[in-house]
């Protein structure tokens, strides 16, 4: 755990110190990079254009994914296009009612961004707070934050993977009863038939 | 004749031209990066504290105020003492974070307002803090900070980053800052 975390603060360290190797980002590609952070808040919380418009800020084979630990990639729960606008709340069959998703009423407002150039374009982490959990529109958690890898595509930067870093996610206000229920299920299934 | 003295005007204003400190836009991120580091150091302690102190300069300080534009009074100075305030023991190893003042506490920060001076830039921000009195869902404005940075060879670093809380009587009843 304490390597993860001094991984972690050597990603920062070396961001804050503009130092990174090899690889180097021009003025532009942080803001760039920035303002593509800014456009997922806003793309998760509003079905626009059937998800794609969230998918479109990933590269054709991007993933999404879910993880307790920062370094950690942990599960991944999309990947491609098709897939990233579905968690987006859309698909081909245009947007669902956001009422039957599981991010219902919650808005995310992202912070403390941190961008490291990498060999392949450039690694991120940032901070992620969650307004309206509960159903309480005043109810804000700290939701730990997203861990990405960029990649300058010919479209511009985009994300290549993203992963919702989330070490209390256990108890959670948003998601803690929803793993509580989606274990017992689990120990439901797991009992023989009676 | 009336052209050319109106040509010689604007090519030589009479009023001179004071040397004004700029930044570029490659500074201006680089601090920006900087406060965002501070956050995942701070909230993350490593390696006795010392990732969090090297965001600072080697002399570098950090201290309270109640009051915008007023240094106050600094907790830590220099490397060592920035260490123990982000977390460390002085023997390389992190406090258990149950032991400090604010355990379960995750700072945020937003409005960074840059200023370039004489000697580098100057830094205001403002800070949440989410997780307060062991509420997850409980968050807070305290203040924000004020800082001075300087670039060095390895960087922009803080100088000085001053946590101004107006309330902090309050806040701080029984707290002592690391020695």
Redesign the interface.
């Known amino acids: 755990m ?1 390597l993860i ?2 991984g ?3 990603a ?2 070396l ?5 990174a190797g090899a690889a180097t980002l ?3 590609d ?2 760039d990079i920035e303002q593509l952070n800014a456009r997922y808040a806003f793309a998760i919380d509003q079905c626009t254009n059937s998800g794609y418009d969230y998918a479109d800020l990933y590269t054709d084979d991007g993933t999404f994914g879910v993880s307790e630990a ?1 370094g950690d990639k942990g599960k991944t729960y999309a990947a491609g296009r098709e897939a990233l606008a579905t968690v987006a709340g859309g698909g081909k069959g245009g947007c669902r009612d956001p009422k039957g998703t599981i991010g219902y009423g919650i808005k995310h407002v992202i ?5 490291t150039p990498t060999a392949e374009g450039a690694h991120g ?3 992620l ?1 969650a307004f309206g ?2 159903g309480v529109a005043t ?4 939701q730990g934050g997203y861990e990405d890898t960029y990649v300058k595509t010919d479209k511009g930067w985009r994300m290549k993977s993203r992963v919702h870093v989330f070490p ?1 996610i256990a ?3 948003q998601f803690g009863p929803l793993r509580q229920k989606a274990a017992e299920d689990a120990k439901k299934q797991q009992q023989p038939q009676q | 004749m009336r052209r050319a003295l109106l040509l010689a005007a604007l090519a030589f204003p009479l009023a001179p031209l004071a040397v004004q400190p700029a930044l ?3 500074d ?3 601090i ?6 501070y ?3 701070i909230d ?4 006795g504290g010392y ?2 102190a ?2 600072y300069v080697d002399d570098g300080t950090f201290g309270v105020s109640q009051v915008w534009g007023d240094p106050g009074s600094v907790w830590a100075a220099g490397r060592e003492a920035l260490a123990k305030a982000g977390g460390g023991d002085g023997k390389g190893v ?1 406090r258990d974070p149950k032991s400090m003042p604010g355990y379960g506490i ?1 700072h ?3 409005d960074l307002v840059i200023t370039p001076t004489a000697t580098g830039a100057s830094g205001r921000s403002v800070l949440f803090t ?2 307060v009195e062991g509420v ?2 409980r ?1 807070r404005h305290d203040g924000g900070y004020e800082d001075s940075y300087v670039k060095t060879a ?4 803080f100088k000085t980053r001053v946590h101004v809380w107006p309330d902090i009587p309050e806040r701080l009843k029984n707290y002592k800052p690391a020695q």
């Open positions: 304490r975390t001094a972690i603060l050597g920062a360290m961001a804050a110190s503009g130092q021009t003025a532009q942080y803001i920062w912070t403390d961004h941190v961008i982490k940032s901070i707070l959990v509960g109810q804000v958690e700290h209390n108890t959670s206000v | 570029t836009p490659e201006f991120v680089a920006k990066q900087l406060n965002a580091a956050v995942f150091a993350n302690c490593s390696d990732p969090y090297d965001l992190c995750h945020i920060t937003a989410s997780g997850p869902t968050m390895k960087g922009w670093r």
